[in-house]
């Protein structure tokens, strides 16, 4: 399968959610983010129960076969034609990018190489697809940002963040000295080099409060509990928020009433 220009449809009027396992566990906040923002877009968004693990750890392991019994549970779950998305570049990634290899030469094939071209990282549907216009309703305040190796990569979608968070006229985006740089979580990278991992997540800490901010944003949950799990250790004032629940929280018609 090649690459080619990426190709953005009409605006649906229905779409399924793909939550990913860490939000689901840790950060359900997002996921209720990501249904708001989509419905308040006039977006009818259907959430299958059955959906589990993208599939990504053991691939990134090597381990193709297990890999694939993971994978190929979501296969059916998907059966109408709407966009999938994804509050998640990486596991976005593994699902448009690498199931059409994972399944090359199988019975499978065709369903994987079709929710591939299905599958879109959210915040990029909200930008290119919605063409989301946001009315910030919070006060003014300074944040950094970071971008996960998987969206900025291999999704290249390292100006959509920005480009979300410049329509919000209360927001101060500060770049940080090292932003293309790895937080050094990188799924199962973090446990089989933990020192190596721990070394580039002090360094993206330090780069980020560098800033001067005590908050940043990152559209990838395990870039957020990586790094804002490293700063909570080093005593940081440093705190991070996935960029979806940020951009419900500033825009929600009720915010005036907090």
């Known amino acids: 399968m090649t690459d080619s220009i990426k190709m953005y449809p009409p605006k649906p009027d229905r779409v399924y959610l793909f939550g990913t396992c860490l939000i689901d566990i840790f950060y359900p906040e997002a996921g209720l983010a990501a249904l708001s923002l989509l419905e308040r877009e006039g977006i009818d968004v259907h959430f299958p129960d059955d959906q589990t693990c993208c599939g990504q750890p053991a691939y990134t392991s090597g381990r193709m076969d297990e890999a694939r019994d993971v994978a190929r549970r979501q296969l059916d779950l998907f059966p109408e034609p709407w966009p999938i998305l994804v509050p998640s570049g990486s596991c976005g990634g593994m699902i448009a990018k690498h199931y059409p290899h994972l399944f090359e030469g199988t019975d499978d094939a065709a369903r994987a190489e079709d929710i591939a071209a299905r599958t879109f990282e959210l915040t990029d549907f909200l930008l290119n697809v919605c063409h989301v216009r946001l009315e910030d309703k919070g006060e ?113 018609e009720d915010r005036t009433h907090d």
């Open 140 to 252: 003014p305040v300074q944040v950094a940002m970071h971008t996960s190796c998987s969206a900025r990569r291999e999704m290249g979608l390292a100006e959509v963040g920005p480009q979300l968070l410049g329509q919000l006229s209360g927001v101060t985006l500060k770049e940080q000295a090292h932003a293309a740089e790895c937080c050094g979580f990188g799924g199962s990278f973090a446990v089989r080099h933990p020192e190596v991992s721990g070394a580039m997540v002090q360094d993206k800490v330090a780069a980020l409060s560098e800033t001067g901010v005590q908050h940043f944003v990152t559209s990838d949950c395990g870039c957020l509990m990586n790094i804002d799990g490293c700063a909570q250790k080093q005593g940081a004032k440093l705190r991070g928020e996935h960029l979806l629940s940020f951009l419900w929280q500033r825009t929600r």
